[in-house]
């Protein structure tokens, strides 16, 4: 079965350190997102990529990088840390004819 | 800019009376529209999706139509039951397989 798996499940950092959200996915999926999680904001993206070695910005990009070092694995980079950054954070996959799958989510704390 | 609206935030219901949950967007390209649920502590999951217009899609006992002439994609059920308390996301896609641009989401609450 498809799946795209995230970690950590769960992070506590330290405002203006450096926080690292890994993504793997086993669907031989072309495209990768990393969306983030707030109460009544849904799912917004952050950065996206369509293919490896190569990452898109999404809508919120700021304060965040992205690296696809290879097909199966996206991580999401913030760099310094902010309290505004505490959400739940989604990689999800998809194929050239497939619907998304999504991780299960990492949530991240920063304190 | 392309953007889904979902009115209500927070929808408590009864077991067995029937809900609807709505969902309207914004785009000038010619829409794909999909309603995720997320129950607590998983990942979204595609429930239905839709592009063709006025053609009610069915899936587990939630049914939808996406209407381009009022630009809306509402969800409804005939009869809630306790599992389908969750979280319910309206997507927008300019195409099938695409970047997906949430909506705010609407927590339902079933009660006994």
């Known amino acids: 079965e498809a799946a795209v798996t995230q970690s950590p499940r769960s992070k506590v950092a330290v405002t203006g350190g450096k926080v690292t959200l890994s993504c793997h996915q086993t669907?031989?999926?072309?495209?990768m997102y990393w969306y983030r999680q707030d109460t009544g904001h849904g799912l917004r993206l952050i950065h996206y990529?369509?293919?490896?070695?190569?990452?898109e910005k999404g809508d919120i990009p700021d304060g965040y990088k992205a690296s696809r070092p290879s097909q199966e694995n996206f991580s999401l980079i913030l760099e310094l840390a902010s309290l505004s950054q505490t959400a739940v954070y989604f990689c999800a996959s998809r194929g050239q004819n497939s619907d998304y799958t999504f991780g299960s989510g990492t949530r991240l704390l920063v304190i | 800019g392309d953007s889904v609206t979902q009115t209500e935030g927070l929808v408590t219901l009864t077991k067995g009376l029937p809900v609807m949950l709505n969902c309207t967007y914004q785009t000038t390209y010619s829409p794909f529209l999909f309603w995720y649920v997320q129950h607590l502590n998983e990942a979204p999951k595609l429930l239905l999706k839709s592009s063709t217009d006025n053609k009610r899609t069915e899936h587990q006992g939630f049914y939808a139509t996406l209407h381009k002439s009022s630009s809306s994609f509402h969800l409804q059920k005939s009869s809630v039951q306790l599992s389908d308390s969750a979280l319910y996301f309206c997507a927008l896609s300019l195409s099938n397989y695409n970047v997906l641009y949430f909506g705010s989401g609407t927590k339902l609450t079933v009660e006994p």
């Open positions: 669907n031989n999926h072309d495209y």
């Open positions: 990529s369509y293919v490896a070695d190569s990452t």
